[in-house]
């Protein structure tokens, strides 16, 4: 599940919108009712504001929130799931953990000899995603959600540029989550992961993003290798001890953009323009000079 924007760069008070995809990071596979979100928030100017479930509308298999941007800064949206449970037999649960990339669950089961053990799993959503608003950065950008789990950039990713490194914490229940899988991909990286709600089927493609795995910090340090948008993705999975249950797992992902649009992202051409202006101004200054005392010198 992620939060996708046709441009993370927008004006003050414009009408904008956010797509919830619940599927890939390319496509939408089916909407989300609004009685499965627990939270849906907008973070900016250090106010975090609750969102109508009336602001909501379906379109294309997604599920499209229209809200109106407020002063410049850095803002942050997101939205968490309700838990639902699944159950699964051993091949369709194999194959999902390998598809989905929780090849930590996997090897679990592959090393206690349980990869012909059925499950039932319950699982709940928690996506971000963080957007300009005009010129100005602000310091929303880190806010913490609360969620069960959570990606927080270490810095404003809109103070970032094409390679620049950018770090970013994740949390579990609000404390840094360490040794867990990370995916990070952009739109260029064709990405494809699996959901496994009702109707979504199970014959879905391997996540391409990059692999990387957090530190005892819960941090990951990602590459921003291209301009465009950019994601990170996790599925923490652990074994259940409630009843009716043999596997809980919460899934996280954050989007934002690099580059496209903003002047923090093209900081050197402003730099380079500006010197560019500066040495010009000299030269037209010299030559009027060198004029003046030309004409000077014929007058005498």
Request: net charge negative; glycine share 8%; proline share 2%.
């Amino acid at each position: 599940m992620f939060l996708k924007m046709d441009t993370y760069y927008l004006q003050p008070n414009q009408e904008a919108s956010i797509a919830l995809y619940n599927g890939t990071f390319t496509a939408s596979e089916n909407t989300i009712d609004r009685n499965r979100m627990i939270d849906v928030s907008l973070v900016g100017n250090g106010k975090r504001k609750a969102v109508d479930t009336t602001q909501w509308i379906e379109k294309d298999l997604a599920t499209i929130l229209n809200f109106t941007t407020g002063e410049e800064g850095t803002w942050v949206a997101g939205v968490s799931t309700r838990a639902r449970n699944i159950e699964l037999e051993a091949e369709a649960f194999n194959e999902y953990l390998d598809h989905d990339g929780v090849i930590d669950m996997l090897e679990w089961r592959k090393q206690n000899d349980a990869m012909d053990e059925d499950a039932v799993e319950k699982y709940s959503k928690h996506v971000k995603t963080i957007f300009q608003v005009g010129e100005k950065t602000s310091s929303d950008w880190d806010a913490e959600l609360g969620y069960p789990i959570e990606f927080v950039p270490l810095s404003n990713p809109y103070d970032a540029r094409k390679g620049d490194q950018l770090k970013v914490k994740l949390l579990r229940d609000a404390k840094p989550l360490s040794n867990q899988l990370v995916y990070v991909g952009s739109e260029h990286s064709h990405s494809h992961d699996h959901d496994h709600d009702e109707d979504s089927g199970d014959d879905h493609q391997h996540n391409e993003g990059t692999q990387l795995t957090t530190d005892g910090n819960g941090v990951v340090a990602m590459e921003l290798t291209e301009e465009g948008i950019w994601y990170l993705r996790t599925i923490h999975m652990t074994l259940s001890e409630e009843e009716g249950l043999t596997h809980e797992s919460n899934w996280a992902t954050l989007t934002f953009e690099v580059g496209h649009g903003h002047s923090h992202a093209d900081g050197h051409s402003h730099v380079m323009g500006g010197f560019i202006y500066w040495v010009v101004g000299i030269l037209l200054l010299a030559i009027i000079l060198v004029w003046l005392r030309m004409n000077s010198r014929k007058k005498s």
